[in-house]
């Protein structure tokens, strides 16, 4: 949002105060809710709030006692509607406008149309406004979260996840897949927003745990909605798979579930096993689909596996006189600077599909 940083920032202790007018819900009886327990809600700051009632009059209607604001749900209505235009690019200034004409009945919401995306999926389009900044913004969130330089959509998407609004977090993320594709969107939506969070959370105490949850859930239906609609599309069905799968011990399946559906989006046979697969498992789901390519998921060096890597890569399968080795990627940062002659070390989700084309092709 294009405020001042003084108005931008995280003010906990105007947040404070705020919240100390009527308890902790922030509610007064019939009277509305607090800017406190609004900004909360909202995923934006105090100050933020008051800015808005300041310079565009999105302030609260009923103010009881003549000094301390109180929210009615129309006016939490309105400035619901102003976090979401300008979450997707719209200038404040606009978003206003539009969120004070929808409160009085004089605009409809704005319509969801359904267009094509990547791959012949279905993605509602984004809302009508102006598109969001292709170029990277330094930033730190009005909830705190540590973004940096990153694309618009991050610092919509962080905050529809820290006001804990799931509707407009899928969203998001379904108009980011539209927009970019999916491997875009994977590195320059996704990743940045789900890396801010997974760092409030850890430095925060429990306090984000929720909004990782939401988040990470989202990402996943965001992920397999892709690939459910692509997989099998333009495929030859006699091509030999590629096989995913995380390593024992290791839970983390996201950059697989998003390796495994750009691959789906590109025609390519895929096998998904999942998290934290035991060895007996990923060997018998190996010699019985004898896959082009192997790729081993791990998030800690604690369930790098490199004997086990090593192994896969020295199978020798198919038919006598035409036997082949499958191509054994070693991918996420639990491998470190581990290697060995014959594996291969993608960086990065584009990486992995280079890599994987190559021998497809």
């Not at 149309?113 to 279905?122: K, L, M, S, T, Y």
């Not at 750009?262 to 019985?288: I, Q, S």
Request: charged fraction near 25%; proline fraction near 8%; include cysteine.
């Amino acid at each position: 949002m294009a405020l001042s940083a003084r108005e931008d920032a995280d003010t906990e202790n105007a947040d404070s105060a705020e919240n100390g007018e009527s308890g902790e819900s922030g509610e007064s009886g019939d009277a509305g809710v607090t800017t406190g327990f609004l900004a909360r809600k909202l995923g934006v700051s105090p100050t933020t709030l008051r800015s808005w009632d300041r310079r565009y009059g999105l302030g609260p209607a009923v103010r009881p006692d003549g000094r301390h604001r109180r929210w009615a749900p129309e006016d939490v209505a309105m400035v619901q509607e102003m976090c979401r235009l300008t979450a997707v690019g719209l200038p404040p200034a606009e978003a206003a406008r539009a969120a004070k004409e929808a409160a009085r009945g004089s605009a409809p919401a704005t319509p969801l149309r359904v267009a094509r995306g990547p791959a012949d999926v279905r993605f509602p389009e984004r809302p009508s406004a102006a598109p969001p900044r292709s170029r990277p913004q330094a930033s730190r969130s009005a909830t705190g979260l540590p973004l940096g330089d990153v694309r618009q959509e991050c610092r919509g998407l962080a905050r529809a996840a820290v006001r804990l609004d799931a509707f407009a977090v899928q969203e998001q993320l379904t108009a980011a897949v539209r927009t970019h594709g999916l491997a875009k969107a994977w590195e320059e939506v996704m990743v940045p927003t789900l890396r801010a969070v997974g760092r409030k959370w850890e430095s925060s105490g429990d306090r984000y745990v929720e909004v990782e949850h939401l988040l990470s859930w989202h990402v996943s239906a965001t992920l397999r909605h892709v690939y459910v609609s692509a997989a099998g599309h333009g495929r030859d069905a006699a091509a030999s798979p590629v096989l995913l799968a995380c390593l024992p011990g290791e839970p983390h399946t996201l950059p697989l579930e998003a390796l495994n559906a750009a691959l789906a989006e590109r025609g390519v046979p895929v096998l998904m096993l999942g998290g934290a697969v035991p060895p007996e498992a990923l060997m018998t789901a190996f010699h019985r689909v004898g896959p082009s390519a192997v790729v081993l998921w791990s998030q800690s060096s604690d369930t790098a596996n490199l004997p086990l890597a090593r192994h896969i890569g020295a199978i020798r399968w198919g038919v006598r006189g035409a036997r082949t080795r499958s191509q054994v990627l070693l991918s996420g940062p639990g491998w470190g600077r581990r290697s060995a002659p014959g594996l291969l070390r993608p960086r990065h989700l584009a990486d992995a599909l280079r890599l994987i084309s190559a021998r497809e092709n």
